[in-house]
Antibody
Framework: QLQLQQSGPGLVKPSETLSLTCTVS??????????WGWLRQPPGKGLEWIGT???????YYNPSLKSRVTISVDTSKNQFSLKLTSVTAADTALYYC?????????????WGQGTLVTVSS | DIQMTQSPSSLSASVGDRVTITCRAG??????LNWYQQKSGKAPKLLIS???RLQSGVPSRFSGSGSGTDFTLTISSLQTEDFATYYC?????????FGQGTKVEIK
């Protein structure tokens, strides 16, 4: 059964860089039509797609965050990572990694356990 | 960006009730629509893809329908374990966006 395990700090100072990693186990990391994504959910609010990466390194970002986001992949470790620069309090959220099937249709399943990241000095 | 609007934002229902949640897209998205269930403190779980394809392991009391701009998620007989927040999400084009959620509470 595919599992996604997130790691990274839960507290980041304003103007600094948020960094999270998602480690995939129990399944193939480099499968056709399966991508890897990051999403977030501010406290008490809805879900926002941040970006998605293919095992080849191709990336797709939400234009609203594109200038500050970098998603990378390490196939040797079955990991993909998120970096979000110049964070502010508005970036405080529960961050999720997820596998994304993407062909004609796309969806996110399964999801990691979530990491609450608070931006505060 | 395609705006997704769910209604209602919340509802109260009893075990055994039939529950319908609506999701409206800001433009036609054919059947590029997914539904997720999120229980308190947990990650979202995919229930339905492509508007009506029930995911493996999801109870048959869940069903999805619609195309174009209007979609519905129906729970035919609400069970205790179904009390949660439900989100729709379009996959028509990036950026993918979600509805604001519908919280299903116990009456």
């Amino acid at each position: 059964q595919l599992q996604l395990q997130q790691s990274g700090p839960g507290l980041v100072k304003p103007s600094e860089t948020l960094s999270l990693t998602c480690t995939v186990s129990g399944g193939s990391f480099s499968t056709t039509n399966y991508y890897w994504g990051w999403l977030r959910q501010p406290p008490g609010k809805g879900l926002e797609w941040i970006g998605t990466i293919y095992y080849t390194g191709s990336t797709y970002y939400n234009p609203s965050l594109k200038s500050r986001v970098t998603i990378s992949v390490d196939t040797s470790k079955n990991q993909f990572s998120l970096k979000l620069t110049s964070v502010t309090a508005a970036d405080t959220a529960l961050y999720y990694c997820a596998r994304s099937f993407w062909s004609e249709y796309s969806w996110f399943d399964p999801w990691g356990q979530g990491t609450l990241v608070t931006v505060s000095s | 960006d395609i705006q997704m609007t769910q209604s209602p934002s919340s509802l109260s229902a009893s075990v055994g009730d039939r529950v319908t949640i609506t999701c409206r897209a800001g433009q036609s998205i054919s059947t590029y629509l997914n539904w997720y269930q999120q229980k308190s403190g947990k990650a979202p779980k995919l229930l339905i893809s492509a508007a009506s394809r029930l995911q493996s392991g999801v109870p048959s009391r869940f069903s999805g329908s619609g195309s174009g701009t209007d979609f519905t998620l129906t729970i035919s007989s609400l069970q205790t374990e179904d009390f949660a927040t439900y989100y729709c999400q379009h996959s028509y084009s990036t950026p993918w966006t979600f509805g604001q959620g519908t919280k299903v509470e116990i009456k």
